[in-house]
């Protein structure tokens, strides 16, 4: 999972990421440090191989793994790496990519998600045909009451396997341990879905999890312009505001004191 690196390059002072922890009261940060480099080196790899396998030979490759995927209607995804200096003062880098890439959750070589991915498709199987069963009742029915009746039974439905969703996300820290995402998510309001799927939460998670200090992160977007616009092919991104901006103070939280 870790690929050794030297760090040659000048350290970049700009924030990768940054959050408000709502446990200590203090925003915590990472800058991009020395992450750019083997982040462009990841960069020009995908465009090389056009696949995402690795660790397998080309004969061995996975259709679901090529980056044909990303060009495609599904459109691009956003990709990052981690610098991290392990227990023994070495320094290496491990990779992530956001949200699950062509349905798959995890990929050989790539950290994994912050949650227990059998138990995820187990809940959300069963829900989601619960779900779409109101929704076939909904577009069937004639009657005006039975169908505010099903569309309000179908949005508690939905609400409640949300916060299933959010609650089997565990959010390590280097302060704090691991918390559910709803107790280390900072402010009020819902939390957004997809909370805890990008880059950064990944790469900082299995850093905390695996006794590993963060250096510096950087991420990118590879593939097809987001439907918005917002993102595009080879531009590097701070991490998100809304989504990881609500649990990464609660994740960098005693960081400062590791990276002494």
Same mark, same amino acid.
């Given at each position: 999972?870790?690929?050794?690196?030297?760090?040659?390059?000048?350290?970049?002072?700009?924030?990768?990421?940054?959050?408000?922890?709502?446990?200590?009261?203090?925003?915590?940060?990472?800058? $991009?440090?020395?992450?750019?480099?083997?982040?462009?080196?990841?960069?020009?790899?995908?465009?090389?191989?056009?696949?995402?396998?690795?660790?397998?030979?080309?004969?061995?490759?996975?259709?679901?793994?090529?980056?044909?995927? $990303?060009?495609?209607?599904?459109?691009?995804?956003?990709?990052?790496?981690?610098? $991290?200096?392990?227990?023994?003062?070495?320094?290496?880098?491990?990779?992530?990519?956001?949200?699950?890439?062509?349905?798959?959750?995890? $990929?050989?070589?790539?950290?994994?998600?912050?949650?227990?991915?059998?138990?995820?498709?187990?809940?959300?199987?069963?829900?989601?045909?619960?779900?779409?069963?109101?929704?076939?009742?909904?577009?069937?029915?004639?009657?005006?009451?039975?169908?505010?009746?099903?569309?309000?039974?179908?949005?508690?439905?939905?609400?409640?396997?949300?916060?299933?969703?959010?609650?089997?996300?565990?959010?390590?820290?280097?302060?704090?341990?691991?918390?559910?995402?709803?107790?280390?998510?900072?402010?009020?309001?819902?939390?957004?879905?997809?909370?805890?799927?990008?880059?950064?939460?990944?790469?900082?998670?299995?850093?905390?999890?695996?006794?590993?200090?963060?250096?510096?992160?950087?991420?990118?977007?590879?593939?097809?312009?987001?439907?918005?616009?917002?993102?595009?092919?080879?531009?590097?991104?701070?991490?998100?505001?809304?989504?990881?901006?609500?649990?990464?103070?609660?994740?960098?939280?005693?960081?400062?004191?590791?990276?002494?």
């Amino acid at each position: 999972m870790i690929e050794p690196i030297e760090i040659t390059d000048i350290s970049d002072p700009d924030i990768a990421c940054r959050g408000l922890c709502d446990h200590c009261g203090r925003e915590h940060s990472l800058p $991009v440090g020395p992450a750019m480099a083997p982040a462009l080196a990841l960069f020009h790899r995908l465009e090389r191989e056009g696949r995402i396998d690795f660790d397998v030979p080309v004969s061995e490759a996975s259709p679901w793994m090529t980056t044909d995927y $990303v060009w495609s209607e599904a459109r691009g995804q956003m990709f990052g790496v981690l610098v $991290v200096r392990d227990q023994s003062g070495r320094t290496g880098v491990i990779k992530a990519f956001s949200g699950q890439y062509n349905s798959r959750w995890r $990929v050989p070589g790539w950290v994994g998600p912050l949650l227990d991915v059998e138990r995820f498709r187990m809940v959300t199987a069963l829900e989601e045909k619960c779900i779409k069963q109101m929704s076939r009742e909904f577009e069937q029915s004639t009657d005006a009451a039975l169908k505010k009746t099903l569309a309000d039974a179908r949005k508690k439905a939905s609400r409640n396997l949300q916060r299933r969703i959010h609650s089997m996300f565990l959010i390590p820290s280097f302060a704090h341990g691991r918390s559910p995402l709803p107790m280390a998510a900072c402010g009020t309001g819902g939390i957004p879905t997809g909370t805890g799927d990008c880059c950064a939460p990944k790469l900082l998670g299995y850093a905390a999890l695996n006794g590993l200090t963060p250096l510096g992160l950087a991420e990118f977007y590879f593939g097809r312009t987001n439907r918005s616009g917002t993102r595009e092919h080879g531009t590097f991104y701070p991490s998100c505001k809304d989504k990881c901006g609500r649990i990464l103070g609660y994740m960098l939280c005693g960081l400062e004191d590791a990276r002494q």
